[in-house]
């Protein structure tokens, strides 16, 4: 009987850990989705998408040596 009782605290503990792992990944990166906001509001010039022109490479754009 202490075999299955072994057993069924293992798996709640492997659960746990899990959880955690889960719960610490989603923890991370709503951490960095806040510093992103964060430096948006802050830098907004950096974030200001660009037109299409020479600094943005698109498909018909070459890489050529002045």
Excluded: C
Excluded at 20 to 38: P, Y
């Amino acid at each position: 009987m202490s075999e299955l009782s072994n057993e069924k605290n293992n798996k709640e503990i492997e659960g746990l850990k899990e959880d955690s792992n889960f719960e610490a990944r989603q923890n991370l990166f709503g951490f960095f989705s806040l510093l992103l906001e964060i430096d948006q509001r802050i830098n907004p010039h950096l974030y200001k998408k660009v037109k299409n022109n020479e600094n943005n490479r698109g498909s018909n754009n070459t890489n050529k040596a002045k």
